[in-house]
């Protein structure tokens, strides 16, 4: 295999999406919503509402990317992706961590509204990229990342590496409350391809990017199905965010 590539103390992440979930114990109310404006000191540039359904999504430009907020009847969901375009390039909002400071402050003047639904699971979910100049390389990333997996070999292809390692919260004290710290490993590529309607085949126009990708989903215990105390939210997303900093700065940690 070729010489792993030096991540040095602070891989360069790239932020390809972030999201928010929080696992509502009721119905979030969407008659007459205005969350999305309220947290982003505009209207969306698009709604979608299913009324009898319960759900509703508003979506719109956010810094340099797509703020989506979702709700339905047992989840609120917000999600910030990069505006898609059609080259062959893998699409970013920008470096990690310092593209999720935006994103975090709006989840945090979510959590500390008087009017957000009762949750009872809150889950932070990032896509991370890495860019690498071979499924070689990739690998190599990924076994300095991720110590205690070996990929010997020329031959190793398609890697998928999933694990969980769940800690006990140390800002939600008194109730033992675990938290899961689920990360996904793995080689992503892109390519531009060419469809027709009614065609027999694609046809690819460009040669793809290949970045390692990080998947983390940082998530509170699903035994856990009582109301989360409203005030200790913030600190505990906080806490999320700091798990997510360090998984994707030292790999994968006991």
């Given at each position: 295999?070729?010489?792993?590539?030096?991540?040095?103390?602070?891989p360069?992440?790239?932020?390809?999406?972030l999201?928010f979930t929080?696992?509502?114990?009721k119905?979030p109310a969407?008659?007459?919503?205005?969350?999305?404006?309220e947290?982003?000191?505009?209207?969306?540039?698009?709604?979608?509402s299913?009324?009898?359904?319960?759900?509703?999504?508003?979506?719109g430009?956010?810094e340099?990317?797509?703020l989506?907020?979702?709700?339905?009847?047992?989840r609120?969901?917000?999600?910030?992706?990069?505006?898609?375009?059609?080259?062959?390039?893998?699409?970013?909002?920008g470096?990690?961590?310092?593209?999720?400071?935006?994103?975090?402050?709006?989840?945090?003047?979510?959590?500390?509204?008087?009017?957000?639904?009762?949750?009872?699971?809150?889950?932070?979910?990032?896509?991370?990229?890495?860019?690498?100049?071979?499924?070689?390389?990739g690998?190599?990333?990924?076994m300095?990342?991720?110590?205690?997996?070996?990929?010997?070999?020329?031959?190793?292809s398609?890697?998928?590496?999933?694990?969980?390692r769940?800690?006990i919260?140390?800002?939600?004290?008194?109730?033992?409350?675990?938290?899961?710290r689920?990360?996904?490993?793995?080689?992503?590529?892109?390519?531009?391809?060419?469809?027709?309607?009614?065609?027999?085949?694609?046809?690819?126009?460009?040669?793809?990017?290949?970045?390692?990708?990080?998947?983390?989903?940082?998530?509170?215990?699903?035994n856990?199905?009582?109301?989360?105390?409203?005030?200790?939210?913030p600190?505990?997303?906080?806490?999320?965010?700091q798990?997510a900093?360090?998984i994707?700065?030292?790999?994968?940690?006991?």
């Amino acid at each position: 295999m070729e010489k792993p590539k030096d991540l040095g103390t602070q891989p360069t992440w790239q932020a390809q999406s972030l999201r928010f979930t929080g696992f509502a114990l009721k119905p979030p109310a969407i008659a007459d919503q205005t969350w999305w404006r309220e947290l982003t000191g505009r209207p969306p540039r698009k709604r979608t509402s299913e009324p009898e359904a319960g759900r509703q999504q508003d979506e719109g430009p956010f810094e340099n990317g797509e703020l989506v907020l979702a709700l339905e009847p047992s989840r609120i969901d917000l999600k910030l992706c990069p505006v898609l375009e059609p080259t062959a390039r893998l699409e970013v909002l920008g470096p990690y961590p310092r593209a999720c400071v935006p994103f975090v402050s709006t989840v945090q003047a979510f959590l500390r509204r008087p009017d957000t639904p009762p949750l009872h699971r809150i889950a932070l979910g990032c896509v991370l990229h890495y860019p690498v100049a071979t499924l070689q390389e990739g690998y190599q990333v990924i076994m300095q990342m991720a110590p205690g997996l070996r990929l010997d070999g020329e031959n190793v292809s398609d890697v998928f590496f999933q694990i969980n390692r769940s800690r006990i919260s140390t800002s939600y004290p008194g109730d033992g409350l675990r938290i899961n710290r689920l990360t996904k490993w793995g080689v992503a590529q892109i390519h531009l391809v060419s469809i027709v309607a009614g065609g027999p085949s694609v046809r690819q126009l460009l040669p793809g990017e290949l970045a390692v990708r990080l998947e983390l989903d940082i998530n509170t215990d699903g035994n856990f199905q009582k109301e989360l105390d409203r005030d200790k939210l913030p600190p505990l997303f906080e806490e999320f965010v700091q798990l997510a900093d360090e998984i994707a700065m030292k790999g994968d940690q006991p």
